[in-house]
């Protein structure tokens, strides 16, 4: 394999497209320093897949692109072709000659890479560098200042050399692939052997389960034949018995009817009697009080009379001796004191009612004021009350997780089982709360999606909630998502409008570990004041992006618009914020409380001291207007006896009219009497009646209630029928899907139905003892040995898969030692002959740092120029470090031959006699390596097969052409000027 050909353009110097051929032997670019030669080497490592920017001197990848001159403008893409001769098949691809390209645009950041033409992976091109010997590891491309390097490499990077010589680096390539799928195998192996004994777990009780159900189907196959017969039997006997309690109920009614009708006239008669006996009752009652004063009236006058009989004899007889003179100054001396006795109770009497109206004036503005405080009390506590109900109920929602969908709660509460258990996205968000409302809408329903690990931890968790019939919950996986974004220059201007707050993933927090979860949620949607300004930015970003408002307005992606007042609701994101927010209005409300209550008791208290003393005031003004009573009263008896003394003659002719009142109240006595008499025998008569119509009335109330008794048992006789028929029908519905018409095939008249009804409790108790059925257990068994089967064969797979990959990682590691071995053996060989050739004699080797290890070890370079002690390689000067670099690449080339060999003024910290054996080293060794040197050297030119001379006839942009030697000279003539 060769290098035929290099084209370039917009690469770093080359804003003219270059084209470079090589025939192969040794070929030369030579120039003045800044010319741009060296940014050949650099192309062909850039092409074979170079990645650090650093390694091709920039300051990032996209100064390889030409950044313009004063005379040229900047480029916007670099694009690099190399074109190999592969008809020895070096390459196994099936191509005598093939191309790499690689293509970077500005702006763009990504790199394109094409073989022959189609669009190819890095992958696939350092695997062709690899199998080639021309990677970035090896000696087969040599940048600028860096040949002295080889020489003070550690260890391990010179392993990495020899690799690439031995080309074992193409399996070392693969082991890392190898390894790394071999943890991913491994990975999947211990995930999937938590499937196969999680599905072993569910085997076992299935197969139980199943073996219940098939008994449990078969005794209800059994059941469902002997009980359709049975209820198709009550359904017609009860059908029938049904009919005959209608007709009876039909007779009854009639019969009900004339009974009612005599209970009615009856009733009526007993009402007309109860009225007569109600007024007779009344009218006897009247004409006993009237005999009864009468009587009173009559024993009264005769008392009087008497009374006064006797008065008049002692008068008229002069036993009474009566100084009217006296009696009336005693009489006036008594009024006088009763009179001032009267005056003094009454004005006490005033004085204490305007105490108590007073006090009674007190005593309703107290009653005012304890009602107004009461009444601000009962706020300020329902206040309270409802504040600490609304932390309960959202405390309950936190513990419980009350308001989550079945599903996902079930999940939640089982969190344990699964490794890979994350939380809910509400959990692994916080909100400020100025923006707690358009984060709840844009996130909706996705609040309550459970996040967790990768797809395997959500597979298991779905495949939990099959089991256990427990609802459905959406999985995020953070391995399987990718953050989204808004367009740089799309936030460059959003910035610039009015209204416009932020992307929403930038206004929320959360861990370090969700920033993705954040990102993918909320990345690409923009958060704006009101939907006036969100409309204007959704119009003006193209409706590319979902915009929500403060009040959760929403437009979505494409124009949809969702927004108006909704209900308040407890937010998922703000339960703490929220409690800690009641919380805050507790103690202002208890001290509230407390202040009422203490007014309310103080009130109370001058209340119930006022109450007291009207209580004690009134006492002290009835007393005194008993006296009061008294003393008036005797005042009056006083009054009029004072009057009688002063009539100067007593009179004796009332006593007459007394005789004669006495006498027409006796004859009205008698008749009285007479009335009472027949009042009363007609009132007896009278209750007979009534009696005797009750007793009637009781006989048909009584006919009435045995008849509605034998009615009731009728009535009950046709619930029980009718509750039978459809309860046999609701049964072969509900039951067996079974109509009446289809039901009685399965009726056997002939069946002895006590003995069926003893069988089927007898298969209903079977039934009940088997306990909880699981009649899915058959399908579930079988879909779970089937899965079993699927996964215990994956298992397997993995098991042979993970075996086969540690084979070939053994055999790579076979492979690498054998070749390693060999290369150094062959190289440790041709380094000492040339290091004698390039030093003029000395002693040079090539050790293992660590021979027991092979596999891994390092390799050291012993060097000992002519005269000179062995010592460390970063202790030779530059020309010596260089030389046994040199000679170690010369002799890596004749013990494995590489097909390209690029060399970037490797020789140029040598002497003129140096430079020469470098030279000629070459031309002995172009027959197997193709070689393209960049050099300022006389030596080197003057023993190149071919020469390209590099400048810069427009200033910044590089261009090539064919010289010979004599023109060489003149370049490098220019170079030193």
């Known amino acids: 394999m060769k290098l035929i050909q290099v084209e370039a353009h917009g690469f770093k110097s080359f804003a003219d497209k270059v084209t470079l051929k090589f025939d192969g032997g040794v070929v030369a670019i030579i120039g003045p320093n800044g010319s741009g030669k060296s940014n050949i080497n650099d192309a062909i490592r850039w092409v074979l897949g170079e990645s650090s920017y650093k390694a091709l001197r920039g300051d990032n990848m996209e100064d390889v692109i030409f950044a313009g001159s004063k005379t040229e403008k900047e480029m916007n893409r670099a694009e690099v072709t190399l074109t190999f001769d592969n008809k020895d098949r070096a390459i196994k691809i099936p191509y005598d000659v093939f191309t790499i390209s690689r293509v970077l645009n500005r702006g763009k950041g990504e790199n394109e890479y094409y073989i022959n033409g189609e669009p190819a992976k890095l992958k696939e091109v350092k695997e062709i560098a690899m199998e080639s010997g021309i990677s970035k590891s090896s000696l087969a491309i040599i940048g600028q200042g860096t040949i002295s390097d080889i020489a003070e490499a550690t260890p391990e990077r010179r392993r990495e050399i020899f690799e690439e010589a031995s080309g074992t680096s193409m399996y070392r390539y693969r082991k890392v692939d190898a390894q790394k799928k071999l943890e991913r195998t491994e990975e999947a192996l211990a995930q999937i052997s938590v499937l196969v004994q999680e599905l072993e777990k569910q085997v076992k009780p299935l ?145 204490k009612n305007e105490q108590l109206n007073e006090l009674e004036i007190k005593s309703v503005k107290y009653n005012s004021d304890i009602s107004e405080f009461s009444r601000l009390y009962n706020i300020e506590n329902d206040k309270l009350n409802k504040v600490k109900n609304k932390i309960e109920v959202i405390q309950d929602q936190m513990t419980n997780k009350s308001s989550l969908a079945k599903g996902t709660k079930i999940i939640v509460e089982n969190q344990h089982l699964f490794k890979g258990y994350e939380g809910l996205v509400s959990e692994l968000i916080q909100i400020d709360k100025d923006y707690i409302r358009a984060i709840e809408v844009v996130l909706s329903s996705a609040a309550q999606h459970i996040v967790v690990d990768e797809p395997e931890t ?13 609802g459905k919950a959406t999985f995020i996986p953070l391995s399987s998502i990718s953050p989204r974004f808004v367009a740089e220059q799309h936030i460059v201007v959003a910035q610039t409008q009015e209204g416009f707050l932020g992307v929403a993933s930038e206004l929320v927090t959360t861990k370090k570990r969700y920033e993705v979860l954040k990102r993918f949620l909320l990345g690409n949607v923009l958060v704006c004041d009101t939907i006036e300004s969100a409309v204007r930015l959704h119009s003006l970003l193209e409706k590319k992006y979902t915009v929500v408002t403060l009040d959760g307005d929403i437009i979505r992606i494409g124009g949809v618009m969702t927004g108006g007042q909704a209900s308040q609701t407890v937010s998922a994101f703000s339960l703490e914020d929220q409690i800690k927010e009641l919380e805050s209005f507790i103690q202002p409300l208890e001290k509230n409380i407390s202040t009422l209550k203490e007014q309310i008791s103080k009130l109370e208290f001058e209340k119930q001291t006022a109450l007291s003393l009207i209580s004690n005031y009134m006492a002290e ?81 009584e006919e009435l209630k045995q008849l509605l008794d034998e009615n009731g048992k009728k009535i009950g006789d046709k619930a029980r029928a009718e509750t039978i028929i459809d309860s046999a029908k609701k049964r072969l519905s509900e039951q067996y899907g079974l109509l009446f018409e289809t039901a009685q095939q399965y009726y056997k008249p002939d069946i002895d139905f006590d003995v069926a009804r003893k069988l089927v409790e007898n298969l209903k108790q079977d039934i009940r003892e088997l306990g909880h059925i699981n009649l899915e257990a058959i399908q579930q068994l079988e879909e779970v040995q089937t899965r079993y089967d699927e996964v215990k064969t994956q298992e397997d797979q993995i098991i042979v898969a993970k075996k086969t990959i540690e084979e070939a990682i053994n055999e790579m590691d076979k492979m690498i030692v054998e070749r390693i071995t060999e290369t150094v053996n062959l190289v440790n060989g041709e380094f000492k002959f040339v290091f004698g050739k390039m030093f003029g004699g000395g002693m040079a080797e090539i050790r293992y740092t660590d021979p027991d290890n092979i596999l891994e070890s390092g390799i050291d370079v012993i060097a000992q120029p002519p005269g000179k002690a062995i010592k460390n390689l970063k202790l030779f000067s530059g020309g010596e470090k260089a030389l046994i670099a040199i000679s170690l690449l010369f002799s890596l080339l004749k013990a494995k031959p590489l097909p390209l060999c690029i060399l970037d003024e490797v020789e140029a910290a040598l002497d003129e006699a140096n430079v020469i054996r470098f030279a000629e080293f070459l031309q002995s060794l172009k027959k197997d390596t193709q070689f393209i040197v960049i050099t300022h050297r006389q030596g080197t030119m003057e023993r190149a097969d071919k020469l390209y001379g590099a400048t810069m006839q427009k200033r910044g942009v590089t261009t090539f052409f064919g010289v010979n030697l004599v023109e060489a000279k003149e370049l490098i003539k220019e170079e030193g000027k």
């Open 458 to 470: 959500a597979t298991a968790a779905i495949n939990f909630l099959k089991a256990n019939n427990g």
């Open 621 to 701: 003004k009835n007393s005194y207007e008993v006296k009061l009573a008294e003393d008036t009263e005797e005042f009056d008896k006083l009054s009029l006896l004072y009057s009688q003394i002063s009539n100067e003659k007593i009179t004796f002719e009332s006593n007459v009219d007394f005789t004669k009142m006495i006498n027409e109240n006796l004859a009205r006595k008698s008749d009285l009497s007479v009335q009472l008499r027949t009042q009363k025998e007609i009132l007896r008569t009278t209750e007979e009646q009534y009696y005797q119509t009750i007793v009637k009335k009781n006989e048909l109330d």
């Open 207 to 351: 197969q139980r389960q199943a073996e219940k159900a098939k008994i449990y189907m078969e005794k209800s196959d059994q059941l469902k034949e002997v009980e359709v017969a049975l209820l198709v039997h009550d359904f017609i006997f009860f059908s029938e018995r049904l009919k005959e309690l209608t007709q009876q109920a039909k007779e009854f009614m009639l019969v009900k009817e004339d009974l009612e009708v005599r209970l009615e006239s009856y009733n009526t008669s007993l009402g007309e009697k109860k009225e007569l006996l109600d007024n007779l009752k009344k009218s006897t009652e009247e004409i006993s009080k009237e005999l009864a004063e009468i009587n009173e009236v009559i024993q009264e006058m005769e008392i009087r009379k008497v009374k006064e009989e006797k008065e008049r004899d002692l008068i008229l007889s002069g036993q009474k001796n009566v100084d009217p003179g006296q009696k009336k100054e005693t009489l006036k001396h008594s009024l006088s004191v009763l009179n001032q006795n009267i005056i003094s109770y009454k004005e006490f009497i005033k004085e």
